[in-house]
């Protein structure tokens, strides 16, 4: 069992930035490939990011456009999502989630068997 905390969420204007936080305790945090997903209201919930169990390797959707950086610290269990250039269209309930090393199908959220309870990010016009 894996136990996920997201923190750092918040209001910012349109332009600024944010860097969220995802705690894990439990099982080897190393085991893990993590991502970050974002529902907005009314939309299905969507891949934003994701790491490789070692940081090595790392994939973005399509929207991100260089604007966000995932990274991990294994030492501290804890993988991050900075956001840059954020836009009121970003504005969603952002949730990291685990799923077991072997699985490299990085934005299917089945894969994914633990998952965060979400922090809020709202962006400004």
């Known amino acids: 069992q894996v136990h996920l905390v997201e923190s750092g969420g918040g209001l910012v204007q349109a332009g600024g930035s944010l860097r969220l936080s995802c705690a894990a305790s439990?099982?080897?945090?190393?085991?893990?490939?993590m991502g970050w997903f974002r529902q907005a209201p009314g939309a299905e919930r969507a891949f934003v990011a994701h790491?490789?169990?070692?940081?090595?390797?790392?994939y973005y959707g399509d929207f991100v456009e260089g604007r966000f950086i995932v990274s991990r610290d294994n030492t501290e269990n804890t993988v991050y999502l900075q956001m840059n250039m954020l836009r009121p269209e970003d504005t969603a309930v952002y949730y990291c989630?685990?799923?077991?090393?072997?699985?490299?199908?990085?934005?299917?959220?089945?894969?994914?068997?633990?998952w965060g309870q979400g922090t809020q990010v709202t962006v400004s016009p």
């Open positions: 439990g099982r080897a945090f190393s085991s893990y490939n």
């Open positions: 989630a685990a799923a077991p090393k072997y699985h490299t199908a990085y934005n299917v959220q089945q894969l994914y068997t633990f």
């Open positions: 790491i490789d169990w070692s940081g090595s390797n790392t």
